[in-house]
């Protein structure tokens, strides 16, 4: 069974497409990232999925039930951290997620949900308007938890967190997704999404632009990885017959070669050796999503989609 499906779902508000014909499906048990830039439509889509905003045309299914007709169903099954959430400030952590089970009627332990949150006994005991950002995003997360969703719906949970917060919400992702949950989340932190996802989906003003792993976004943007040797003497040589190898230059004794296609690595380091010219050093290094996102939703600047996708 599908996690999330949506069919044409779109939103309008007055002028503004938010959201515009979206097909999206994403699979059960797979950690799935939702990117773009701000406003490009991403809580618009969570909030029609969820049944809190309602859609101008489409429809969306989540874990097979309808949005709009069973959002009941969908929620008794699923766990939410909202962009924006409260937090009563003179509750404690523990008093949150014992609220979160007696209200889903489970009889789940406060300690193992706050352990897989790894928020200790001692932050727990304390009142969660003291918390600090990262403590109340893992509280919220761990009321998420409670139920044992078979999905989570996670808008933005890295945000305001600094490094070492979006390293353990991370881990945390990755250990719920092992015990065979289905994420979906909207980050902005590329990075995150890139640790992280089996799959992403990148929206630009309100319009899926594509979906695909990180490595079939790097094959079909065509950006690939960057190889650079360090060798004995400077090789006379072409690479241009190799298939995958986008660019190479050779300047004295560095031949850096760009390529779409890892099987060309090899092939470069065979024709350097055969022309009798040894290799000391190889780095390489990939394109991050970081580059992939800006070549996606860089609009400002056609030409420079243009040379990414061709170089
Ligand atoms: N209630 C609303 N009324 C009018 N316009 C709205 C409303 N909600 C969203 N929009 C507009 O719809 C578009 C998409 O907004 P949305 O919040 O879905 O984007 P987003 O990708 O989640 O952005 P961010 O990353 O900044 O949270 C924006 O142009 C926004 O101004």
Sequence with gaps: MTAIQTESLTKRFGDVVAV???????EEGEIFGFLGPNGCGKSTTINMVLDY???TDGRATVLG????REPKAIHERIGIL???????????????VQFAIDSKGTNEDVDDILERVGLSAGDAARPAGDYSKGMRQRLALGMALVGDPELLILDEPSSGLDPHG??????IIQREA???TAVFFSSHILSQVEAVCDRVAIMDE???VTVDTIDGLRDAVGSGATMELTVSATPSVSFDDINGVTNATIDGTVVTVTYTDSRAKAKVINRVEAAGVTVADVTMEESSLEDLFEVYTNHADESHVDAEVSS
């Excluded at 515009?20 to 994403?26: F, G, I, K, M």
């Excluded at 039930?65 to 709009?68: S, T, V």
């Excluded at 409260?86 to 509750?91: N, Q, V």
């Excluded at 979006?166 to 881990?171: A, D, G, L, P």
């Design 20 to 26: 515009s014909a979206l097909d999206l499906t994403v």
């Design 206 to 208: 309100g319009e899926l």
């Design 82 to 96: 909202p962009d924006a959430f409260d937090l009563y400030g003179r509750l404690s952590g523990r008093k949150h």
């Design 65 to 68: 039930y309808d949005a709009q």
């Design 53 to 55: 905003v309602r859609p």
């Design 178 to 180: 092992d015990r065979g």
């Design 166 to 171: 979006v390293r353990e919400m991370r881990q």
